[in-house]
């Protein structure tokens, strides 16, 4: 927030509401009615896919190791996935694109395994960035097709990949990790593999810190 208020100086008012990214959202959406103002959804929203899909460019353009064989990538509410994908199944087909989600809160497989969308009324506190209670149309819908398979970890086990990524020098937030806590579970898959973890998010403090360590 900080860095916002620097580098936005003049432009941008920040508004703090809300326990959760689900709260949030939904006072932005009354305050955007009220006010006459354009609400941009973070998860549902054409205009902003194409620029998460450049991620698998860049993934493609820096990779020094051949092929991509896996991608494991954080989902809340499913667009960075799918965003991902859907550039992937047109340039590098043979590549797998795994969504990892946290146990607590998994709206994004259990919609596509169901084939409806789920909605999840208790979401995780400690994982806020991806407890997502819902998904798009769009995230459904391109989800079915392009989406190779999915993983969810325990708080225990992101929190302790938390940690070690901290011990390592980069600050990931708990959603940001869950690409890379994923891999346990994708161990005998991704033997001998080429693997790309995404990591999204370094919105972390001490006292989030303080949680991975109590968790852990």
């Known amino acids: 927030i900080d860095r916002i208020k620097e580098e936005c100086k003049g432009f941008v008012?920040?508004?703090?509401?809300?326990?959760?990214?689900?709260?949030?959202?939904?006072i932005a959406i009354k305050y955007a009615e009220e006010k006459n103002l354009d609400f941009i959804q973070p998860h549902e929203t054409?205009?902003?896919?194409?620029?998460?899909a450049t991620i698998g460019k860049d993934i493609l353009d820096d990779n020094k190791l051949g092929k991509v064989d896996y991608i494991m990538v954080p989902s809340g509410g499913g667009a960075l996935v799918t965003s991902i994908a859907s550039f992937f199944k047109q340039v590098s087909p043979h590549t797998k694109i795994i969504a990892v989600e946290?146990?607590?809160?998994?709206?994004?497989?259990?919609?596509?395994l169901k084939d409806e969308h789920v909605t999840f009324e208790k979401v995780s506190r400690f994982c806020n960035g991806s407890s997502v209670k819902k998904i798009g149309k769009s995230c459904f819908n391109i989800g079915?097709?392009?989406?190779?398979?999915?993983?969810?970890v325990s708080e225990n086990k992101l929190a302790e990949t938390i940690i070690k990524l901290y011990s390592l020098g980069i600050i990931c937030e708990p959603s940001?990790?869950?690409?890379?806590?994923?891999?346990?579970?994708?161990?005998?898959?991704?033997k001998g593999k080429n693997v790309v973890c995404i990591l999204?998010?370094?919105?972390?403090?001490?006292?989030?810190?303080?949680?991975?360590?109590?968790?852990?």
């Open 13 to 26: 008012e920040i508004i703090q509401e809300g326990d959760d990214f689900n709260e949030c959202e939904l």
């Open 200 to 216: 999204t998010g370094s919105n972390m403090d001490l006292t989030r810190l303080e949680q991975a360590r109590e968790l852990n």
């Open 46 to 52: 054409d205009r902003l896919m194409p620029g998460y």
């Open 144 to 152: 079915k097709t392009c989406v190779d398979g999915f993983v969810s």
């Open 102 to 112: 946290p146990e607590t809160c998994t709206p994004f497989s259990s919609s596509i």
């Open 176 to 190: 940001g990790g869950l690409g890379v806590a994923g891999l346990t579970k994708m161990r005998k898959e991704i």
